[in-house]
Antibody
């Protein structure tokens, strides 16, 4: 059974950092591109970052470029999102998603990040 | 970036009713490889999104066949033939043709009338 479980969310002050993790199981993690997608409270979905199978290629929207870093450890079947210089507008539930042929086909339950003083 | 516009934003239906949701793209989603990477997701209350349909009309494994997708180019439709209670939630279209960035429609909330 495919599983993705995010962790690391919580309350953080503006300007501080937080690192999210996503533990994958039930599939060959190293064969898939992976992504982070977020959803602000009562809002729609926003793509945050994508990483290639080896980790050599990463992609970000302008809204997080230079502040967020996506990475992975294929030996541990784990995906990460390092978030620096956090802003109030980064408050959201962050989902880890598997990409199948570039399409997000499976999502974790999400972890909530609240940026507030 | 590709903008996906979903209509209607809210849809009220009775159990057993058939409904359709539209997703219009600001540019053609036909990829140079001949595929069209337009997918439909359902997010039930308190749950993460789940993939229903990929490549415009292909049903994801385990998804009931009352769901169907159609369209081409810039206009796409999700149809539910006989709404059931478990279908309530927010539907999103998402495109991967011109990714990055991946872009999502604004969502359509399906509720009971």
């Amino acid at each position: 059974e495919v599983q993705l479980v995010e962790s690391g969310g919580g309350l953080v002050q503006p300007g501080r950092s937080l690192k999210l993790s996503c533990a994958a199981s039930g599939f060959t993690f190293s064969n898939y591109y992976m992504a982070w997608v977020r959803q602000a409270p009562k809002k729609g979905l926003e793509w945050v970052a994508t990483i290639s199978t080896s980790g050599s290629r990463t992609y970000y929207p302008d809204s997080v470029k230079g502040r967020f870093t996506i990475s992975r450890d294929n030996a541990k079947s784990s995906l990460y999102l390092q978030m620096n210089s956090l802003k109030s507008e980064d408050t959201a539930t962050y989902y880890c998603a598997r990409l199948r042929n570039w399409d997000p086909d499976f999502w974790g339950p999400g972890t909530m990040v609240t940026v507030s003083s | 970036d590709v903008v996906l516009t979903q209509t209607p934003p809210t849809l009220s239906a009775t159990i057993g009713q058939s409904v359709s949701i539209s997703c219009r793209s600001s540019q053609s989603l036909l990829h140079s490889n001949g595929n069209t990477y337009l997918n439909w997701l359902l997010q039930r209350p308190g749950q993460p999104p789940q993939l229903l349909i990929y490549l415009v009309s292909r049903l994801e494994s385990g998804v009931p066949n009352r769901f169907s997708g159609s369209g081409s180019g810039t206009d796409f439709t999700l149809k539910i033939s006989g709404v059931e209670a478990e279908d309530l939630g927010v539907y999103y279209c998402v495109q991967s043709t011109h990714a990055p960035p991946w872009t999502f429609g604004g969502g359509t909330k399906l509720e009971l009338k």
